[in-house]
C-alpha cells in the first residue's frame, strides 16, 4: 500500500512514518513544510526507507501532484502549539483550515480510497466533569483549537458533500521521544536536566489526559484499516493529571525539587480540563499498551540520552 504521510517529520508524524516502517511493507511518502516544528532529524531512524517531499499542504499544485497514486493520506500537517497561535493566529488559519481544504480537494480529485484527519481534544474547550462523546458540541476557545475545529469541519463536509472517504482522530496531550521541547513535558525535562526552573502556568489545577505517542499511532492505523468514512474517533489517554501532579513527577523522577518551580502568569483563555470518551475506538478492538509511569520513564530516559537531538531546538527557540 501507498501511504501519503503529510507532516511527517513533525513529533507524532514522524513517530507513524517510523513505526510504518518497522511493522508493515507499505511504500511511505512523507510532506513536511519543515517549520521549526518539522525535523528530518526525527526521522533518521528510518532514513532511506521512504520518499520525501519539502512542501505546504496548502500548495494546491503540489498537492495535486503528491497525493496522485496514494491508498491512503494521513493528515498530520498543523500548527499545533497554543502558546503561539494566541500570539500569531494568521499561521494557524492557514495551515490548519486552509490546508486542510486544500488537500481534501487533492485527494478527492486523485480518487484516493481512504484518508484520515488526525485532530485534537481541544476542538470542544473544556469540560468540568464527565467525558467528551463525539457528539459533543465544538467550543474551541484558542486560535489554535479553532482553526483545528474549521479543519474537522472542512473534512466531515468533504465527507458528506462529496463522499470523501475521510475518518477523524481527537486525541489528548501526547508525550513520548522526539517531542518539541516547546511543549510541556520534555520543557520542563530539559530545563531540569540543565539545572533551569520549570515555568507552571496559574495554580496548576488544569488537567489533561495523557496518551503515549504510540498509542495514539496505532489508534490512527487501527482507524485507517476499521473505521467508518465520515466518523470521528476519539483516542483517550491512560493519566488525567492536573499539572501540579505531571510537575510533582517530573521533579521526583529527575531528583528536583519544589523551589525549581517557578509560578507563572497563566495562559490567556486557558481550557481548564479535557476528557474525552473512546468507546467507538475501544468497539473497534483498540487497548491502549503504554502505562503512563513507564511511558513518561522512557520518555525521560530518552531525553536524558539524546541532548545533541534536543539542544539545537532550544537554541534556536
Avoid at 141 to 160: C, E, F, N, T, W
Avoid at 213 to 235: M, Q, T
Avoid at 239 to 265: I, S
Wanted: glycine share 10%; hydrophobic share 40%.
Amino acid at each position: 500500500m501507498r501511504v501519503l504521510v503529510t507532516g511527517g517529520a513533525g513529533f507524532i508524524g514522524s513517530h507513524y512514518v517510523r513505526t510504518a516502517v518497522a511493522e508493515t511493507d507499505d511504500k511511505i511518502t512523507v510532506l513536511d513544510a519543515l517549520t521549526y516544528a518539522g525535523n528530518l532529524a526525527n526521522l533518521e531512524p528510518v532514513s532511506g526507507a521512504y520518499d520525501f517531499v519539502h512542501g505546504d499542504i496548502c500548495d494546491a499544485a503540489l498537492m495535486a501532484n503528491v497525493v496522485a497514486g496514494h491508498d491512503l493520506v494521513v493528515n498530520f500537517a498543523a500548527e499545533s502549539h497554543v502558546d503561539r497561535s494566541i500570539e500569531g493566529p494568521d499561521s494557524f488559519v492557514r495551515t490548519n483550515v486552509l490546508g486542510t481544504q486544500t488537500l481534501m480537494q487533492a485527494c478527492l480529485d486523485a480518487g484516493v480510497p481512504r484518508v484520515v484527519h488526525v485532530s485534537t481534544d481541544e476542538v470542544y474547550g473544556s469540560i468540568d466533569i464527565g467525558s467528551w462523546d463525539e457528539s459533543a458540541s465544538l467550543r474551541p476557545r484558542s486560535p489554535y483549537s479553532a482553526a483545528k475545529a474549521g479543519g474537522d469541519m472542512i473534512a466531515l463536509a468533504y465527507a458528506v458533500t462529496y463522499g470523501l472517504p475521510v475518518s477523524i482522530t481527537r486525541c489528548g496531550n501526547n508525550y513520548g521521544p522526539y517531542q518539541h521541547p516547546e511543549k510541556v513535558i520534555p520543557l520542563f525535562v530539559t530545563n531540569l536536566l540543565e539545572g533551569r526552573k520549570v515555568p507552571l502556568y496559574g495554580d496548576g489545577g488544569n488537567v489533561r489526559d495523557w496518551i503515549h505517542v504510540d498509542d495514539h499511532c496505532r489508534a490512527i492505523r487501527l482507524v485507517a484499516e476499521a473505521g467508518k468514512p465520515g466518523e470521528v474517533y476519539h483516542i483517550a489517554g491512560t493519566a488525567e493529571l492536573t499539572n501540579l501532579e505531571l510537575t510533582r513527577r517530573l521533579l521526583d523522577a529527575l531528583g528536583a525539587d519544589w523551589d525549581m518551580v517557578e509560578h507563572v502568569a497563566d495562559r490567556r483563555g486557558h481550557d481548564r480540563r479535557y476528557s474525552l470518551d473512546d468507546t467507538r475506538l475501544r468497539r473497534l478492538g483498540h487497548r491502549p499498551a503504554v502505562a503512563f509511569d513507564d511511558g513518561l520513564a522512557d520518555t525521560i530516559a530518552w531525553y536524558a540520552g539524546n541532548a545533541d537531538w534536543w539542544r539545537p531546538l532550544r537554541a534556536g527557540a
